[in-house]
T-cell receptor, first 114, second 115 residues
């Protein structure tokens, strides 16, 4: 089976930094996505890592280690609007009957407090 | 990135009826997918909508319950048939390019409540 684990909830103060970890054990790997999802809304694309290392996009950074089956999303200078669920998703390899579908973790609810 | 719209955005339906959800993309995309997100849960893939051929369904989802059409590279529909309260969920259209390394985007979702 496919296992993608991330913490259920994290709380941090406005202005602080939070790191959301994601570990995965899947039958193959073709990239890892992070999405942000506010309550009642659709997921919004944040990052896509296919090679090892850190990718930075403004206040958000994402890291990948394929050998360790590990990724993290780093949120800096937290703002109240960052309160949301953050979804880690692994893209599985293409097969004859499946095109690289995404397998999602359960999501991490980040609560930003004043 | 692709701009994706879905219709309807939300609906309340009676048990036993069917609802067709439309997904329109502003550019041609290789892959279109339909996901379901039940209350408090993460996303589950229902099927891959294939242009010009039958959709590829995931385990636990069948064509009779969730028929899908994809007449061209910018449009797809998902029908939720013979609905029951357990079908109350958010249904999301998702699109991606080709080559296996394209980012994947989600539409705004259709919030369905079955009474």
């Amino acid at each position: 089976g496919q296992n993608i684990d991330q913490p259920t909830e994290m709380t941090a103060t406005e202005g602080a930094i939070v790191q959301i970890n994601c570990t995965y054990q899947t039958s193959g790997f073709n990239g890892l996505f992070w999405y942000q999802q506010h309550a009642g809304e659709a997921p919004t694309f944040l990052s896509y890592n296919v090679l090892d290392g850190l990718e930075e996009k403004g206040r958000f950074s994402s890291f990948l280690s394929r050998s360790k089956g590990y990724s993290y999303l780093l949120l800096k200078e937290l703002q109240m609007k960052d309160s949301a669920s953050y979804l880690c998703a692994v893209r599985l390899p293409m097969t004859t009957d499946s095109w690289g579908k995404l397998q999602f973790g359960a999501g991490t609810q980040v609560v930003v407090t004043p | 990135s692709a701009v994706i719209s879905q219709k309807p955005s939300r609906d309340i339906c009676q048990r036993g009826t069917s609802l067709t959800i439309q997904c329109q993309v502003d550019s041609q995309v290789t892959m279109m997918f339909w996901y379901r997100q039940q209350p408090g849960q993460s996303l589950t893939l229902i099927a891959t909508a294939n242009q010009g051929s039958e959709a590829t369904y995931e385990s636990g989802f069948v064509i009779d319950k969730f028929p899908i059409s994809r007449p061209n590279l910018t449009f797809s529909t998902l029908t939720v048939s013979n609905m029951s309260p357990e079908d109350s969920s958010i249904y999301l259209c998702s699109v991606a390019g080709s080559g296996g390394y394209e980012t994947q985007y989600f539409g705004p979702g259709t919030r369905l409540l079955v009474l």
